[in-house]
């Protein structure tokens, strides 16, 4: 389903978030998050709502606000990488139903696709080697690529814009992703479309209240969308 009907046939550059959007990870996250919790001594159960509400937001800032010191956030976030990327090692990620060849499908077409996520550069590579993905898209960015902020500050998405050259207005760009931080970067971004999905973190009301422009079943309605 989409809530507007506009031509976006300019869309040059599509900036596609990963898990939630065209990652599943079966709830990897609240459990790397509880083992993180766990390694520094605290009690998951009393942050894990937080967790949820902050879906797709950078996991440093995330534990910055849940721990305070930036020295035992700074562990959290280590204790939750390794935690991810072992549970990304035993073979808990795949890819969404129609991801792929949507991504492929936008790229023959003469789009730029890149990847963004909140994860850190290691748990990115680490998830797109298990899908076979490294070679899949041209540009893939986490939060250090852009200078340390993630969602939701736009900083993801215009270095996309900055890196690719793909476009030559944001309003040629699409964001695209499950939470409501995905659509806030999008907004904050200037992006001509700013879609959510509804395969991950956030309901329909929470993803248009944040700014989208277009609500989708998953990422594969997108090319559909685009034209």
């Not at 204790?79 to 023959?108: C, M, N, S, W």
């Amino acid at each position: 389903m989409t809530d507007m009907t506009e031509k976006t046939e300019d869309i040059r550059l599509v900036v596609l978030d990963m898990a939630g959007t065209t990652v599943a990870d079966g709830g990897l996250v609240e459990q790397a998050f509880t083992a993180a919790a766990r390694h520094l001594g605290a009690d998951p159960g009393q942050m894990i709502d937080y967790v949820r509400a902050t879906m797709g937001e950078s996991k440093i800032s995330v534990f910055r606000h849940l721990f305070g010191d930036e020295g035992r956030a700074q562990e959290a976030n280590r204790a939750f990488e390794a935690a991810y990327a072992d549970l990304v090692d035993g073979g808990r990620v795949h890819a969404l139903p129609g991801a792929r060849e949507t991504i492929e499908k936008l790229q023959a077409d003469g789009r730029t696709v890149v990847l963004t996520t909140g994860f850190a550069r290691a748990t990115q590579d680490a998830i797109l080697g298990a899908l076979g993905w490294r070679h899949l898209v041209p540009l893939t960015l986490c939060p250090a690529d852009a200078g340390g902020r993630g969602r939701p500050y736009p900083d993801m998405v215009l270095t996309a814009l900055l890196r690719t050259a793909a476009a030559d207005d944001v309003r040629q760009v699409a964001v695209v992703g499950d939470t409501s931080y995905d659509m806030l970067t999008g907004v904050r971004a200037g992006a001509g479309l700013v879609a959510g999905v509804l395969t991950g973190a956030h309901d329909a009301p929470a993803l248009r209240a944040a700014g989208a422009t277009h609500v989708l079943d998953s990422v594969a309605g997108l090319r559909g969308v685009l034209g």
